[in-house]
């Protein structure tokens, strides 16, 4: 390929909007939106007024014509413009106020209007058709669809010719004679390696390794590439980062607003992990079943621990009920391809999923508890014991504070009855009670926890005849001022003969003859504030309070079921004052950032580990967790399962699900990694969408091909590296990527592999490979990321570099990274201006050419034509061609310097950022 020079070109892009798209044609990624963020909002919102029963001003929003045709008043929706729609208005409270009980949260009202922008989408609807019950979709989808039966093992077809190399030809090789077609020609040697060297480690190969390879004559010269570059250990991170896509990795936890430190403290030991495990050629089920259960069969400090980290890596929602979608989603859509989560709120729509599949997952996920298990010796990094006196003065301090508060709260807890009992009675409220003169706490010391706790006592256990709190019920029922007037009645009463107060409360009344509710509350806090004392002095063991006489028996009230004052943990934690738990937060805060950043950090990993009572899922109906449905049994889909479906006892049920994602009858699994091996080497799945092999996937464009693939990785012990071998010693893979008009007439896309498909660097491997072929590439594995955009630009692989999910770098984004708010099967490929802006004005790029540069000047003997040589060498690897040549050095003898900027630094750029490097063959 020719150096195509560079030129700022201004495109206006006319994108085709949503409503453009037929009604039974929108994306199924925007159906799965409709599907999981919308329907559920109207369901819950709207359709009990405006749907097939009630149709308030003529309104129904329970299906899309429907919607389209409006109410009484006219149009409610512009399709594309949610500004101008009045159903959005009116759910912003900007006309109408709908819902009208109260305004829907944010994030629901945001889907909405997402949902009218993207023209809103709708799944297709055919009135014609009745409906099939669930089990006739379940039993129709095993028996028929594609994705669902089981693997076969073909026998490769005998094919003429010479030109397969292996199985994977003959598969092809037909598909193409039975379309007329015929393969392309092979690549040549510098292609070829530069493919393989990309595919398989992200980086460009060296101009030595290019001409070793170029001058191997041996028949298995490929082969032996091929080995070399599985056996290097930036194999694990190209490859691995490819899984990170799927396992939505980041280092932070996403928004929270609790004012904590959002970044985890050990991510980037599940991405050692990964990358490690790619290295080691783990096998892909045993790979699995570490990442969900590896604490099954792992002690502390086995590294195996830290895969653990695929379910606890995503993004951490405000709702626990969405933190466990994301697990399941991850789960069933980067390992089975299945949108098991869109059956959250209803059966799926298109798949034989249901709510009781859903739901039986979310029991598998939401019976766990979160660790940081040792995934190594405590004390491997020298540093350890400044580390750890460090983290034990930090948490000597947070102890303290904690200690501190909790002595605040029991005390005051067991002290201030007054302070806390007045409230519970009077109906007066706190600027009132703050006058009272007995009081002894001031009004914003008294801690609402506590009296919410004296409310509850009263609430539940006191009672008109109760021999100790009755008095206290009468006041409270009748009120400050009733009380006051009575108050001489009901002294008489509680008082005299055939009370049956308990002794010690009627002689106190007797004698203290208490006219307000004040003195009433005033008169128990006497009686009350010595148990207190006892109840302090004897550590807080109620059992061991034991007074004698009339007090015994309102101590065994006092302190017995619902005591307001036998306080555990969360009722001290409750208790806390906003300031208290600010400052803890401050404190937990300081040991975080002390384990995320500080040398000698242990390696800990972020993990699960099982609970100790599990119990049964129930379904939320309308995904609803204050509708709670029937229970469900924790299980496998129902639609992979062959017969009746096993119910999970082992625990939570981590480890039988990862068996059954791996096992010999899950006819999706080793499909969908297989496809997605194969799309890292062609740029291309053969099945299309990646992510989901449900009814609504078209069929791999080679089925047989797909089969032989996943059958060669079971029969070869799920081994990536012998099925990447597989693939690359084919013929099909060592074609050229050279275009041919007459086949691409007949094949447009190259489904049928004609051709290999030319494909441009992802992020990662464009600055990696401008590292490198400047020869400032810090290659080293492992440890925690890094700011590699910030200057000076940290030269480890981009791999390394830190992933904010809350604050995803733009530049990140212009050239296509991932989004890693949910699992990628596939990443997206743009051409968008900023892309050519970054290369031209970039610092780190013009700081990787620079580098080039200088290094043709550490030569004195080098002459301008044998500096434009050894650069084309380091950057394309390969020399010059004569128009090339003729080009640069005429460049470089007339151009001025720009101060410290040279005319080859100009050059080095431009190889930099040229189509020949930033695309592979």
Known sequence: MRIIALSLVATATMCLPAIALAETNFPPEHVEFFEKSVRPVFMKHCVSCHGPEKQEAGLRLDARSAILKGSDSGKVVVEGKPDDSGLVQAIRYETYEMPPAAQMPAEEIAAVEKWVKLGMPWPEEDEALQPMSFDDRL??????????????????????????????????????????LAPSKMASRPTLIRRATFDLTGLPPTQAEVDAFVNDESPDAFAKVIDRLLASPQYGVKWGRNWLDVAR????????????????????????????????DTPYDEFLKEQLAADYFAEEGDRRLAGLGLIRIGRQFLKHQDTIDDRIDVVTRGVLGLTVSCARCHDHKYDAISMADYYGMYGIFDQINETMPLVGPIDAHPQYPEFKQKLDELQKELDEHNT???????????????????????????????????????????????????????DRLWKPEDPIWGPLWKARDMGEEA???????????????????????????????????????????????????????????????????????????????????VLDDNDVRRAAYTSENNHKKKLEGKIRGHEIDAAGSPPRAMAVAERENVSDPVIYLRGDPGRRGDKVKRQFVRVLDESEPQIYTKGSGRLELAEDLVSADNPLTSRVIANRVWMGHFDQPLVLTPGDFGVRSDPPANPQLLDHLASYLQKNDWSLKKLHKHIMLSATYQQSSEDRQDARAKDPENRLNWKMNRRRLTFEEMRDGMLSVSGKLDESLGGRAVKILDDPFPPRRTVYGFVDRQDLPNLYRAFDYPSPDATSPERSKTSVPQQALYLLNSAFVQRQAAALAKDLEKNDQLDNQKKLQQLFHAVLQRGPRPDETELFLAYAEKAPNNGDWTAWDNIAQVLLVSNEFMFVD
Do not use: C, M
């Open 139 to 180: 039993v129709n989808d095993k028996q028929h669809h594609w994705s669902f039966q089981p693997i076969q093992d073909p026998p490769a077809p005998e094919v003429s010719g010479d030109w397969a190399h292996n199985e994977i030809d003959r598969f092809v090789q037909k598909r193409l004679a039975e379309a007329d």
């Open 249 to 280: 990795y980041s280092d932070t936890r996403g928004y929270l607003n609790d004012g904590q430190d959002r970044r985890f403290p050990y991510a980037h030991a599940y991405r050692d992990y990964v990358i490690d495990s790619f290295n080691l």
């Open 404 to 458: 501190k508060v909790e002595t605040a709260v029991r005390t005051e807890s067991t002290t201030n009855f007054f302070d806390f009992v007045v409230r519970a009675v009077s109906k007066k409220q706190d600027v009132e009670i703050a006058k009272y003169e007995q009081n002894e706490l001031d009004q914003k010391s008294v801690r609402p926890h506590l009296v919410n706790k004296w409310k509850q006592f009263a």
């Open 483 to 565: 009380y006051a007037e009575q108050h001489e009645a009901l002294l008489g009463e509680w008082t005299g003969e055939g009370s049956k107060l308990n002794e010690a409360i009627r002689t106190a009344l007797a004698e203290k003859r208490p006219a307000t509710l004040p003195a009433l509350v005033d008169t128990y806090d006497e009686l009350l504030k010595p148990l207190g004392q006892s109840y302090r002095e004897a550590g807080y063991n109620k059992d061991a309070v034991k007074p004698e006489g009339p007090t015994a028996e309102i101590a065994k009230s006092l302190l017995g079921r619902f005591s307001p004052i």
